[in-house]
Each structure stands twice: as C-alpha cells, then as structure tokens.
C-alpha cells in the first residue's frame, strides 16, 4: 500500500531541510567571516561591544604592518619545512608500508598490523615524554629534527591503516600476473598501486598538510623560545597580549586569516578525492 505524500507535506519537509542545512552553514562560516572582519578593524573597533561585521573604516594597512611586527615569511618557510615532510612521508613511506600489509605475504604480517593498530590506540598525552626523553638524548630538542624525521619515517598508522584497507580492495589479479612478468614488488607499489589510488593518496596528501599546517604542541615543545624556529602556530600565538589586551587582535586576526588561506585552498582544490578516498579505503578491506 503506497501512501502519497501531498505537496504541501513535501514543502514543509523540503523547508525544514533546507532552513537546518542553511542555519548549519551559517553557524559554521560565522567564525571565518568574524576572522576576517575582525582583521580589517583597528584597535578601538575591536573594543565595540556590538557585533560590526562590516567595520565602518576598513583597515587594510593591518595586512601590511604585520610583516613589519612578525616576520611572516620565515615562519611560512619554517613551516613548510616540516609541511613538505609530512607529505613525503605520508604519500612514500605509509603508502610502501600500507602495501607491505596489504599485498606481500611475509612471515608476522598479521600480528605486526594488530601491533601497529594498537599504536593508534595510545593517547598522545602518553607519549610526549618519552618522546622528549628520547629526542634531548639525540641531541635533536631545539632543531627541526624531531618534528621532520618521524614524518619523513611515515610515522602516523592512521595513514598506514587507510593505505592497507585501499589496497587489499584492488584487484589481486593485476599483481598476480604482474609478478608472472617478473615485476618486483617496488615495481607492482609504483605501477600498480599508486596509478589506481589517486583518492587515497590525494586523501593522504591533504591531511598531511593540516596536521603539519596546524601542529602547534609539537613545535612548541622542540621549537621553544627560539623565535627564527618558530612556525606560523607559534608566530600567531606570539602576537597575543597581555590578558585583556585588545590591541592585538587584528593582528592575531590577519596571522589567522594566513593560515586559514592555504587550508582553505586545499580543501577546495582536494575535497572530491578527499570524501571519496575516505569512503572507499573505510568500507572496502
């Protein structure tokens, strides 16, 4: 028995929908629009207690005095230092160590994948002591060393995890009669594997950059006080003042509004292969 629903029943349904979705949005893109307003007011605008969204002077000099205060470009190259590790790492080193898991049968395979999924398991929280423990005893603490080497190592199992489940869902016959032609298991990664997973890797690629992008416990903790080490993270959280303090706001605003841009990029440029590499790796292994 089929009930037809009216057209008024359907209207109603169809508002309430739309009037959710749009109040989510606006509740989301509230904070980048306050971000950037907040960024083109001057210091007696920010004190205002009613919400300006469009300030009465535009401020745009903010954009040109916070290179005279912060030195922006350094920080962006600090940055990038460990932003171009994270990448490498997760698109080379997890994706070789996801298909060692996913496609090569060798001795302990099954019980070093449970070892490594328990890895994920740890909080974080645990594990910065001994990780700083370690590090001072390399002589690395204050370097770049301990945020570029275990990024260059593919340290992050999540990704290994995702690698692993995208691979197992490839055909085995392509390797199979690959190996038949006498390819090695390098060749079978790079010619096989790697062509026939761009969602995954373009997956991978795009979260790299926004843990590296974003870190600030990690640079904070090995980076310290040295401020020509010092990442964008660290450089915004240097332009805050004294509690109370309004007159650095626009400022930490415009840092802000730098590293939102770049994510913001990404995100658009990467998202279709992000939401499809997510759901393919996830559901299939």
């Avoid at 390098?186 to 373009?202: D, Q």
């Amino acid at each position: 028995m089929y009930v037809t629903e009216s057209k008024v029943s359907r209207w109603s349904r169809q508002s309430l929908i739309y009037g959710l979705l749009i109040a989510g949005g606006l509740v989301v893109l509230f904070p980048l629009v306050w971000t950037f307003s907040t960024s083109l007011k001057t210091p007696d605008q920010v004190t205002m207690r009613s919400v300006q969204l469009i300030p009465d002077q535009v401020a745009w000099s903010n954009y040109q005095e916070i290179f005279d205060i912060a030195p922006v470009f350094l920080y962006f190259k600090n940055t990038m230092i460990i932003v171009i590790a994270s990448v490498f790492g997760g698109l080379v080193t997890c994706s070789l160590a996801g298909y060692a898991f996913a496609r090569i049968n060798f001795p302990g395979r099954n019980v070093l994948f449970l070892i490594l999924i328990g890895t994920m398991m740890l909080p974080y929280v645990v594990q910065i002591i001994p990780l700083f423990v370690l590090f001072d005893r390399l002589g690395w603490v204050g370097t770049f060393l301990p945020l570029v080497v275990p990024r260059l190592l593919g340290h992050n199992a999540f990704y290994i995890f995702l690698y692993r489940q995208f691979f197992r869902g490839l055909p085995s016959e392509i390797f199979d009669a690959a190996r038949i032609d006498g390819t090695s298991e390098i060749g079978l990664w790079w010619r096989m594997a790697l062509p026939n997973s761009k969602p995954v890797l373009a997956t991978m690629a795009i979260f790299s950059f926004q843990f590296a992008w974003n870190d600030f416990l990690n640079p904070l903790i090995y980076l310290g006080s040295d401020q020509s080490k010092w990442t964008m993270a660290l450089g915004l959280n240097g332009l805050q003042g004294f509690e109370g303090e309004a007159s650095s706001l626009p400022m930490m605003m415009v840092m802000s509004v730098f590293m939102l841009l770049p994510m913001l990029a990404i995100f658009a440029i990467g998202q279709r292969y992000m939401v499809q590499g997510v759901t393919v790796s996830g559901l299939k292994g």
